[in-house]
């Protein structure tokens, strides 16, 4: 929790947009100092100005381009929202055991599984993760794991006490 908040604050503290407002004064001094020395490298001042006009295009263009980069667009649904929407599974309750299927994706050594407290927690590849609550008794645990071609089939029963 104490590393998740000094991140936080570390990205209030320096936003994009506040590094931004480093970039401009240092593009403006930048220009200035470019502009100062073709004023005096150039005798000709026609030259000079066509090399100064040259120079704050290419500044207005660079201005333009760090104002792309910094701005934080949202796309009109996050990738979770859109898995979250798509994704569907299928849990089958009979009398002794309770079979869930789903499309999980990732290669099998990636896709991890769990039952705890009644909610099976998925993991997947491509920061995939899903919580199902499950209307299991704390005695059941999962039986059978199998994943082929993408398809997860859980069968959970209740455990065999020794």
Known sequence: MCIQNRL???????SNDKSFDFIIPLM?????GVVYILSLRSSQ?????????????????WVSVIKKM???SQPQYTAKEVD???WV???????KEIV???????????VTVRLIDGILYIRGSGHFSKEIPIEATPDMGIHDFKYRNGVLTLRIKKLETL
Not at 8 to 14: I, N, P
Not at 28 to 32: E, Q
Not at 89 to 95: A, E, H
């Open 84 to 86: 979250t929407k798509n």
């Open 89 to 95: 599974y299928d849990l089958i309750k009979g009398d």
């Open 100 to 110: 869930f299927v789903a499309e999980v994706p990732g290669p099998e050594d990636q």
């Open 70 to 72: 910094t701005k934080e």
């Open 8 to 14: 936080t604050s570390y990205k209030s503290r320096y």
């Open 28 to 32: 403006v001094l930048l220009f200035l």
């Open 45 to 61: 001042g026609f030259v000079s100005f066509i090399l100064i006009g040259i120079t704050a295009a290419i500044m207005i263009y």
